[in-house]
T-cell receptor
Framework: QKEVEQNSGPLSVPEGAIASLNCTYS??????FFWYRQYSGKSPELIMF????GDKEDGRFTAQLNKASQYVSLLIRDSQPSDSATYLC????????????FGSGTRLQVQP | EPEVTQTPSHQVTQMGQEVILRCVPI?????FYWYRQILGQKVEFLVS????????KSEIFDDQFSVERPDGSNFTLKIRSTKLEDSAMYFC????????????FGQGTRLTVV
């Protein structure tokens, strides 16, 4: 059973701080990694994706991937109350497959 | 900005009935997916569809489920003989090309089986 693990939280950070969200995955053949944001009762919204080891930055968001450690993280700089949501890590397992395996998500609370 | 559209937003059905959930993927996208999320649980992959046929399916996607692209714009999920445990949010998603792996989700249909 291929697993994607996330701490359920809640992760509470003050407004303006850096929020760090982590995800580990079990399948070494995993190729692609996605971060989705999900507000309560809403659908997943894609915010970042990363394929290669290292960092990828997009605005206030930075995704970090370490395939050797099977670890992917999302940093949110200058956290805003509107960032309060559940952040889902999703992994695409291997070439040729398109199905995403999701983690259970980390709930982020940004305190004003 | 183009988006995936799903109808209805909420469907209530009696156990044993058939339901059809509808989706209009983003217009130039070629890959279509159904996922579901039972309340409080993970988002789970059901099926992917490309070139008018199923390309992948999960263990959840058994004979009770079927998908169809009846015309150039709609993509449907049919659930036959619904059970209480089919109650969930069903999300349609689409992605543009083989090389673009980003999947964009619709707003979901909440299915309640009573």
């Amino acid at each position: 059973q291929k697993e994607v693990e996330q701490n359920s939280g809640p992760l509470s950070v003050p407004e303006g701080a850096i929020a760090s969200l982590n995800c580990t995955y079990s399948d070494r053949g995993s190729q692609s990694f996605f971060w989705y944001r999900q507000y309560s009762g809403k659908s997943p919204e894609l915010i970042m994706f990363i394929y290669s080891n290292g960092d990828k930055e997009d605005g206030r968001f930075t995704a970090q991937l370490n395939k050797a450690s099977q670890y992917v993280s999302l940093l949110i700089r200058d956290s805003q109350p509107s960032d309060s949501a559940t952040y889902l890590c999703a992994v695409r397992e291997d070439t040729g497959r398109r199905a995403l395996t999701f983690g259970s998500g980390t709930r982020l609370q940004v305190q004003p | 900005e183009p988006e995936v559209t799903q109808t209805p937003s909420h469907q209530v059905t009696q156990m044993g009935q058939e339901v059809i959930l509808r989706c209009v993927p983003i217009s130039n996208h070629l890959y279509f997916y159904w996922y579901r999320q039972i309340l409080g649980q993970k988002v789970e992959f059901l099926v992917s569809f490309y070139n008018n046929e199923i390309s992948e399916k999960s263990e959840i996607f058994d004979d009770q489920f079927s998908v169809e692209r009846p015309d150039g714009s709609n993509f449907t999920l049919k659930i036959r003989s619904t059970k209480l445990e089919d109650s969930a949010m069903y999300f349609c998603a689409s992605s543009e090309t083989y090389r673009d792996l980003r999947a964009f989700f619709g707003q979901g249909t909440r299915l309640t089986v009573v």
